[in-house]
């Protein structure tokens, strides 16, 4: 029942994630988010950060995201955080 085309996700929920500045950015930041080592980072935005997850949307057609995998934040070239993947966000039902 794999579908390539059903694959992308809408944002990702990770776990574990260490804040370079010591805290996460405030939401609604922009930040971009690389989810495969050899992948260009993704422009995504900041929607929650608290003690247990993180989670990002991506501003446009996301990437297929696989639990358990590194997700690393960025903006620019600066190393914002990273932590592990715990789930993809499906495509909004209104998508």
Same mark, same amino acid.
């Given at each position: 029942? #794999?579908?390539?085309?059903? $694959? /992308? ?6 776990? +574990?994630? #260490? ?15 690389? =989810? @495969? *080592?050899? *992948?260009?980072?993704?422009?995504? %935005? $900041?929607? %929650? ?9 991506? +501003? ?7 639990? /358990? ?5 960025? @903006? /620019?070239?600066?190393? $914002?955080? /990273?932590?592990? =993947?715990? +789930?993809?966000?499906? +495509? %909004?039902?209104?998508?």
């Amino acid at each position: 029942m #794999s579908d390539a085309a059903g $694959l /992308g996700a809408r944002g990702l929920v990770a776990r +574990e994630v #260490s804040w370079t500045g010591g805290a996460a950015p405030a939401p609604d930041t922009p930040l971009a988010v690389r =989810i @495969r *080592h050899r *992948h260009p980072p993704v422009p995504a %935005r $900041l929607a %929650r950060a608290d003690g247990a997850d993180t989670m990002v949307l991506f +501003e446009g057609d996301g990437p297929a995201v696989t639990p /358990g995998q590194a997700a690393v934040f960025y @903006r /620019g070239d600066a190393v $914002l955080g /990273g932590g592990w =993947i715990a +789930e993809a966000l499906a +495509e %909004r039902p209104d998508q």
